[in-house]
């Protein structure tokens, strides 16, 4: 039986899912017997790649680049899992909504700044006007809240998928049953 392909994706979060994804630690070992990393922030690969099986996406569409990203990905994914707060909610990120993206570029690029402060034109990624949840851009199968969620209940939603069943991840959450 040929392995199924994984990936992971972050957008903008703080790679807090990522890191809990690694306390797997030697659980890491039974994912890797049945699924290949074949995109990730992990490792090196550039360009996310056709047939994904299964994805993890880590983070809110906060900018036209994640935009552009998270609608690739869906392209080529099969199971799209939206994982973490940030990518369920839009949590942290979503919290400069209120301001507007004029008054956080000010407060970041002129206000906080002592060296040459002004907005940079080419080297930072243009802001969506709100920072939204994944669901809002695009299709979701699996949501698995959680800031972030644990590696048990990351190990039980890779593994789930990898058999082929859906999570029941209500049971596996602490707003579970």
């Known amino acids: 039986m ?3 392909k994984l990936a992971t994706v972050w957008l903008d979060g703080c790679s807090g899912c990522h890191m809990s994804l690694l306390d797997l ?3 890491l070992l039974a994912v890797a017997e ?3 990393l074949v995109y990730s922030p992990l490792v090196d690969q550039k360009i996310f ?4 099986d299964i994805a993890l996406v880590e983070g809110a569409v906060s900018s ?3 935009l552009d990203k998270i609608q690739m990905v869906r392209e080529r994914t099969k199971t799209l899992v939206s994982l973490g707060d940030c990518a369920v909610t839009a949590n942290v990120p979503g919290m400069r909504n209120p301001f ?5 570029y000010a407060r970041a690029y002129r206000e906080n700044v002592t060296l040459e402060p002004g907005i940079p ?27 972030p969620p644990s590696a048990d209940t990351i190990f039980y939603v890779i593994g789930e998928l990898l058999e082929g069943r859906p999570p029941e991840i209500c049971a596996k959450t602490r707003f579970g049953a």
């Open 64 to 66: 036209e680049e994640d």
């Open 2 to 4: 040929s392995k199924l």
């Open 34 to 36: 049945k699924a290949e």
């Open 100 to 104: 507007g993206v004029r008054a956080v």
């Open 25 to 27: 630690d030697e659980r």
């Open 121 to 147: 034109n080419d080297s930072v990624p243009r802001l969506l006007p709100c920072s939204r949840p994944v669901h809002e851009a695009v299709p979701i199968d699996v949501y698995v809240p959680g800031c």
């Open 49 to 52: 790649p056709n047939g994904v």
